[in-house]
């Protein structure tokens, strides 16, 4: 499953260059490594671009942390709900959403 969702699941390669992580130091990558993120960032610049909202479910919390990564590099607004949230932030986050 980690294959196919995302390269970087298997441990972030860092730049010979830099020394920093390479989604860092070349975030296209981090789109471009995956084609399931080049499919999902094609479809988010549409929604967004159309004010649209967008809910992502995923069952792994590792997978969680490359999307916000992603979001992140694009300076998208977005609320993250996994198992560490607490019950209260929880309930705040929705009803933001």
Known sequence: RKNINHPFLFGEPIDPNT???LGTAHPHLLI????KFALLDRMLERLFKDKHQVLIFSQMTSL???IEDYLILKRWNYCRIDGSTNIDDRQT?????
């Open 19 to 21: 020394g920093i992580p």
């Open 32 to 35: 471009r490594a995956s084609g």
């Open 93 to 97: 986050q929705m009803d933001i959403f």
């Open 64 to 66: 969680l942390n490359v």
